[in-house]
């Protein structure tokens, strides 16, 4: 029952990314902490799946990109990325563990939740002037997307304050996306021991359903009311962060 929660979870997040380019990856990242006891495998998993629905949402969407945008965005991730490793590793000589598992990580979902209650009710609209603040994006997303996940909601703000339609907002986000969820998974590989192989019962069935949901997200783009749209979308976000906050 467990898997066909997370499947079709997977499938309406990816939909829900692809009709108006953010918020799907925390919803998932919502319900995936609710199912999956160890924080820091819902992160690792997470962001495999959100690799391939911001991959196929990037191919759909292509013709969008902005080529300078990314490769800027791409310095600052893999600055971030290196800084996170870093921190990692500080933190399993501080607690004197061979593997960043072994650390605790039941805090890591109550984060998740106050996450998602900044990016609802707290979070402020930045005034961004030109592309070189994608780099400062790059790197905020890079260092905070081992620890929490969805980095959407962090970097969305660069993009919705520039002269952007929705479509080249949707393509280059993506694309942004992409590039932390792909170099961040070494990084689990190496600190958490994470073996991606043997989760393959969860992550093929995932997969698969945000590659169509992603499609379908495409097609129906545009034609959903938005007010009405967003107002049930944080009430869903918001009753999953109380959950995560109060269960821990």
Known sequence: MEIVILILSAFISSAISAVIGMGGGVVLLGIMALIIPEGYMVIALHGVIQLVSNTTR???FRKYLNKNIIKIFFI????????SAYIIYILTQFFEVSSANEIKT???????GVFIIWY??????????NTRSFFYAGGLSGLSTVFIGATGPLIAPFFLNNQFNKNVIIANKAACQMITHFFKIPLFVYFFNVNYIENYYILLPLIIAVFFGTNLGKKILGFIPEQTFRKLFKMVLFIIAITLILNN
């Not at 609802?120 to 002037?129: A, P, Q, R, V």
């Open 76 to 83: 600052g991730a893999i600055i971030g990325l290196c800084i």
């Open 58 to 60: 990037t191919y759909i």
């Open 106 to 112: 039941d805090f890591l979902k109550p984060i998740i």
């Open 120 to 129: 609802l009710f707290l979070k402020k609209s930045l005034t961004i002037e």
